[in-house]
């Protein structure tokens, strides 16, 4: 099976000749449709960068990053914006829903800027907030909602577009440990009934345990990858927390 | 140390102040401009009367200047206050590092200062470049020659603009301090998070609103136009002013409630690229400035009529002057002065006699050559008798029109002339002539005010009776005419009899219209101070073709210069608000436009999101503003009407470029310095 996401060597400098940071060296990873990866590492390991470079919201300084077919280090100005908003959904820390909008507007606004009709667009929000169980919610403000029905709004934002990656900044990161579980478990849904990928940045374990692989960084190079394969996510909770530890104590 | 920190500050957020400076320099070079006109007039070469009428226009301006100050220097506070909410967390920093209150206050005196200085200085040079341009335009609405273009500067404006505009700052400095005095650390570090909840007003409310306050203004309208015979005191006015300003009010608040549901009924349009977004945002920014709003369409309201009406007098009175002078003199000389008083004091046996001489005569006597001087004479005689008085000529009518006009001068003698000597005149001034039959009369007027009111006792046939004879009117409206050349419109009626329903024993005046024997200005001016120097022997009055140009077309020059002065600071002030309203936005704009960014809204999308949600918040209250204008121009055209009719499209044209140029200008500064805003 071809990769859905294929990142060959890639490299990000930051500062200049005199001050020079590597926050990415030579790394290389494969992605493959319905997998769901989670990317941990500790602050600074480069994981946000890795996540910013596919996400084409910063640039690499060499090597190249396909997505399907296209090259996406080669993409510039509008071919970009078109990609990102066709291609990719995202979700975010701290949300990013508009807070003049209502749930329903923010998640249509993804799909009105790529000139679907109204009605198609609301087909397809109420089929997918039913989904993420956030009816109630579409005509509440984001002022008016809990965090966990915010990211499940963002989450039905990201996914509106039939994006063929989602990228995950720490969706987990502002919300309290119920919320977090149930929008794990929503993604969980995503990933194994709807045949969602799903690529996650985390520094949560928890989160983390919910994936079906997840890739370890640190200093700017993947350290180790673990598979969960068929054992219980306790299990592998468990087996993160090894590498974790392997990896601090290095 | 407070020094250098304030001036990196000025350096730092300077593209934060163009708006602010941008307003300072304008309302600085409009200052002093308009105060320099003095000087710029001092070496045209204009007649006595217009200097007397410059003189005039110099002293109003003054006054004028002294509530043009008071204005900009609330708009100086408003934006200064504005700058410093935006610095909150700035000012935390500095009492976080321990700094005093009293260090800060000292850092913003210094900020206040050097910007001050800056824009004194820049908005001196610039008014001053203006200036020049100016003189060029004052010439021109004074029909003055530009003998030669000369440099103008004026010490006493410069001086003055400096006096005013450092009271000015120096009252913005306290204001400054005070303001920093009350701030509260905590307060500072969370100003921040705002906690902003969406307010949606009832939607019925909002409407049950517009319908009552559409009413209400539509009263308002048809009291200024329609029904302004009611307007009949000048008290009465307030009125339709109070309505029109509650309405106002009433509109931007309930339109703000139901603009949004508007929109978002038509799903299609609504869920269109951005437009969801930027209807948001524009309702979200009503609801929060409906004040503000409601206050800048005022302000442009009265921008646009006084502007349009000011130019307009310009130009009316130009072209009402060419009509109603078609001969260069009208003299005029009581009849028998005998028996009468002036100021008191009985006339002396001298002039008495004088005033049994008709005016060839008493010309003649102290050494005028007529026939030298003048051509095209003509001479006819007024008639008048306490017998006639416009009481009598309302006769039944009276009752009825004392009670809505109290304060006419009911018992003042008809003016009479026969028809014949009627008849000539027209025809040297083009206008029509008429029959009589022996027992009828006929009303010549153009004061719409007057022959209105004389229609009603023309309408009810009332008759006069004159040396012992009746007459009955031969027209049911007064006929349209004059007699003597005037700058407007202003004969209020002249009772036109047969020839033999008068007799020397009430003749009152001896008339002569002549045209000068000259064939250019110069030639003209010269004959006219050959009549002046005479005339204090003669007690013969009268008007001229020269005299009545250059006092009317003074008088509305003067009155255009006010008007533009006034609305350009109203203009100033009005976008001024707006602009920075729009961008104090931007900083909560900022987050949402860089989300929209993250989901891949590309920049030219984002771009003319901006531009129309900007170009809306200005357009809003102009859009209102242009419907009370239109009744605004019509009442203005109603109460000028001493001034002149219509022919309003050129100074609605003029006022349109004005509003374009400074309205539009704080539009675009706007919508730049919040793409750049947005950008960073």
Redesign the interface.
């Known amino acids: 099976m071809e990769p859905i996401l294929k990142i060959q060597n890639i490299e990000k400098y930051y500062g200049n000749k005199s001050n020079l940071t590597k926050a990415l060296s030579q790394l290389s990873l494969d992605v493959y449709k319905g997998e769901f990866v989670a990317i941990m590492g500790a602050s600074g390991s480069g994981k946000t960068t890795l996540l910013n470079c596919v996400s084409t ?1 910063d640039r690499v300084t060499s090597g190249h990053i396909y997505v399907g077919d296209t090259d996406i280090t080669k993409l510039k ?2 071919e970009l ?6 291609e ?1 959904g ?1 979700i ?1 820390q701290d949300f ?6 209502t749930a329903y ?1 923010n998640i ?6 790529q ?1 679907v ?2 009605k198609k ?1 609301d087909r397809r929000i109420q089929a997918l907030a039913r989904d993420l169980r956030i009816q109630d919610v579409l005509n509440k ?1 984001p ?1 008016q909602m809990s965090g966990g029905q915010k990211q499940r709004v963002a989450s039905v ?1 990201a996914l509106i577009t039939n994006p063929k990656m989602i990228l995950a900044d720490e969706p987990t990161g502002a919300l309290d440990s119920h919320s977090s579980q149930m929008l794990l478990d929503s993604f969980k849904h995503l990933n194994e009934d709807l045949e969602t990928t799903i690529l996650m940045v985390t520094h949560d374990v928890l989160s983390a345990s919910y994936a079906s692989r997840v890739v370890f960084i640190k200093d700017g190079q993947i350290f180790n990858e673990i598979y969960r394969g068929d054992c219980h996510r306790k299990a592998f909770y468990e087996k993160i927390i090894d590498v974790m530890t392997l990896l601090g104590g290095e | 140390m407070f020094i250098k920190l304030s001036l990196r500050n000025i350096q730092r957020s300077f593209k934060d102040y163009t708006i602010y400076f941008f307003t300072l320099v304008l309302g600085i070079a409009m200052f002093y401009m308009f105060n320099s006109i003095e000087s710029q007039t001092v070496m045209m070469n204009i007649s006595a009367s217009t200097k007397e009428i410059i003189r005039l226009m110099i002293s109003i301006l003054s006054g004028v200047s002294v509530f043009v100050s008071f204005i900009l220097a609330f708009l100086i506070i408003y934006a200064s206050r504005f700058l410093m909410k935006r610095r909150n967390k700035e000012f935390a920093i500095y009492m976080t590092l321990g700094m005093g209150k009293r260090q800060i206050s000292s850092i913003i005196l210094c900020e206040t200062l050097f910007i001050g200085f800056i824009s004194l200085i820049v908005g001196l040079m610039a008014g001053i470049a203006l200036s020049q341009v100016m003189s060029v335009f004052v010439a021109g609405m004074f029909e003055a020659d530009m003998t030669k273009f000369e440099f103008v500067f004026s010490h006493s404006a410069m001086m003055k603009t400096i006096l005013y505009f450092t009271i000015i700052y120096f009252i913005v400095m306290i204001f400054n301090v005070f303001f920093i005095g009350k701030q509260e650390l905590i307060d500072l570090l969370t100003s921040h998070r705002r ?4 307010k949606e007003r009832s939607l019925w409310l909002s409407i049950f609103t517009f319908i009552v306050a559409s009413i209400i203004l539509g009263y308002a309208y048809y009291l200024v136009t329609a029904g302004i015979s009611f307007l009949n005191t000048a008290d009465k006015i307030l009125a339709p002013i109070s309505l029109g300003i509650i309405a106002t009010f009433m509109i931007f608040y309930s339109v703000s409630g139901f603009v949004l549901k508007v929109f978002m009924l038509k ?2 349009f ?8 930027v209807m ?2 524009f309702s ?1 920014q009503m609801n929060t400035t409906v004040f503000s709003m409601s206050i800048i369409c005022l302000m442009l309201f009265m921008t646009i009529c006084i502007l349009s009406s000011g130019i307009s007098i310009k130009n009316a009175t130009s072209a009402e002057l060419k009509e109603m002078t078609p001969v260069d003199v009208c003299l005029y000389k009581n009849w028998d002065l005998s028996g009468k008083k002036a100021n008191g004091k009985e006339y002396t046996s001298k002039e008495i006699e004088y005033s049994h001489l008709d005016i060839r005569e008493t010309l003649e006597k102290v050494g005028f050559s007529i026939d030298q001087n003048f051509k095209e004479v003509l001479m006819y005689n007024n008639y008048a008798t306490n017998d006639l008085t416009i009481k009598d000529t309302l006769g039944s009518t009276y009752q009825q029109i004392h009670k809505q006009y109290p304060y006419l001068r009911f018992d003042d003698a008809e003016k009479i002339v026969r028809l014949s000597d009627y008849n000539k005149v027209a025809k040297l001034y083009g206008l029509p002539t008429y029959t009589l039959n022996n027992q009828q009369y006929m009303i010549i007027a153009d004061f719409e005010g007057m022959s209105s009111i004389r229609n009603v006792a023309l309408e009810a046939n009332v008759p006069i009776s004159l040396l012992g004879k009746t007459y009955y009117p031969k027209y049911n409206v007064c006929r349209e005419g004059y007699m003597i050349i005037a700058s407007n419109h202003m004969n209020t009626g002249i009772i036109i009899v047969p020839d033999d329903a008068v007799n020397e024993s009430i003749r009152q005046q001896s008339v002569m219209i002549a045209n000068y024997n000259a064939n250019d200005k110069d030639e003209k001016r010269k004959i006219e101070e050959k009549i002046n120097q005479i005339n204090h022997q003669t007690n013969i009055e009268g008007v001229s073709k020269l005299t009545l140009y250059e006092s009317s077309i003074g008088l509305g020059a003067m009155v255009t210069f006010i008007a533009i002065y006034l609305g350009i600071i109203f203009l100033i002030s009005g976008a001024t608000i707006l602009a920075l309203k729009q961008l104090g936005e931007s900083v909560d704009n900022k987050e ?1 436009y860089h ?2 960014r ?8 984002l771009n003319k999101a901006l531009f129309i949600q900007i170009g809306l918040f200005f357009i809003a209250p102009l859009i209102l503003a242009l419907i009370h204008s239109f009744f605004g121009i019509k009442f203005c055209g109603y109460i000028l009407t001493t001034f002149g009719d219509e022919k309003l499209m050129t100074s609605i044209f003029l006022t349109a470029i004005f509003i374009i140029f400074i309205y539009g200008g704080y539009m675009m500064i706007t919508y730049l310095n919040s793409k750049r805003m947005i950008k960073d």
């Not at chain 1, 990013?96 to 909008?101: C, G, K, Q, V």
Request: proline share 0%.
């Open positions: 919201i100005g509008n914006n078109r990609f990102r908003r066709e990719l995202f975010f990013n829903l508009l807070d003049t909008l507007e249509a606004l993804a799909l009105s800027i000139g009709s109204h667009i403000f002022y934002r | 906690n902003q909840t969406i799903k299609s609504y869920f269109k690229n951005l437009n969801t977004f948001r945002q979200s949402r989300m929209l993250k989901i891949g809204v590309d920049e030219h999308m």
